[in-house]
């Protein structure tokens, strides 16, 4: 008589951001998800006070690890774009005995989670059915504004990381112009991000307010959400109106670049707080504005991605394949 067969390790899978962290053990031929855990970065000095935080609610510490960073991964010690915390792989493994461990940008790990997502954890903007096996372009503002792409190689589908948060903002009219550079002042230069992020939309706020004459107290970014959403406030009303027809314009520079004909995915912290607004018409409209590419773009679906903890997903994706590689 066979013995029966040993279960599968479980993996620890974090979600490093640059506000919050997430935490979860994931088993990587499942990619389920347990022991969950999320806790805001200013909470803990660095990662690694984060990371021992979370793995000392753990009965063992795993010996594989995939830990997904909002910043471009070069090397093995890595400092987050929008925050004082960093990484250093062999520290990792040092302190916490983490045997193998695989670094990746956040929405490398975002794109992996997307052939493992259901129907109910999308939500479609417009467009057709999008083409099999075409590439797919995700991007999200949050803390940052994430950008990659996913593209199938003939045997499984390949994540491309990217930097395209950064690309310049250029502006459409003089009314556009005045308000980005009010944004712009004081820095070499205006990258998406500074605009298509929270703290952009915080500015964009304080921008749209003195173009009129006014001066506000400053607003976090959720509260310019829910004002202007709410309609209690005008000028965060014209601030969001703005953020989503330009969130809708860098959408359809992204389906170009990268012609994502497989769609266009939204995830981030934002995304989701905005899609009924994003589904209201001026969103879609800029995302197809794009002269003669109108048609080219028409039938491209979009989709918010409204999944928990979807970037824990595909950072268990991640190492799936490098299991499957070897």
Known sequence: MSAAPTAKAKALVADIGGTNARFALADPGTLELGEI??????????LDSALGAYISRLPAVPEEAAIAVAAPVTGTEIGLTNSVWSLAVPRLHDRFGLKQVRVLNDFEALALSLPHLVPDELHQIGGETPLPHAAKAVFGPGTGLGVAALTWSGE??????????????????????????????????????????????????LAVAKARGLTPAELIPNDVI???????DEVAA??????????????????????ARGGVYLGGGIAP???????????????????????????????????DFATLKGAAASLKLVAASR
């Open 37 to 46: 855990w999320q806790v805001r970065c200013a909470e803990h000095p660095n």
């Open 156 to 205: 499984d589908w390949i994540a491309l990381p990217g930097e395209g948060g950064h690309m310049s903002f250029g502006a459409t009219g003089e009314r556009e112009l005045a308000l980005l550079e009010r944004i712009r002042k004081g820095r070499d230069h205006l990258s998406a991000e500074r605009v298509l992020s929270g703290p952009g939309l915080a500015e964009l706020y």
């Open 226 to 232: 829910v004002k202007g959403l709410s309609g209690d």
């Open 238 to 259: 014209e601030a969001l109106d703005l953020f989503v027809a330009w969130l809708g314009r860098f959408a359809g520079d992204a389906a170009l670049l990268l012609g």
């Open 273 to 307: 707080k905005l899609k009924d607004k994003l589904s209201a018409g001026d969103f879609r409209r800029a995302f197809e504005d794009k002269g003669r590419m109108r048609a080219y773009l028409a039938p491209i679906p979009i989709y918010v991605i409204t999944a």
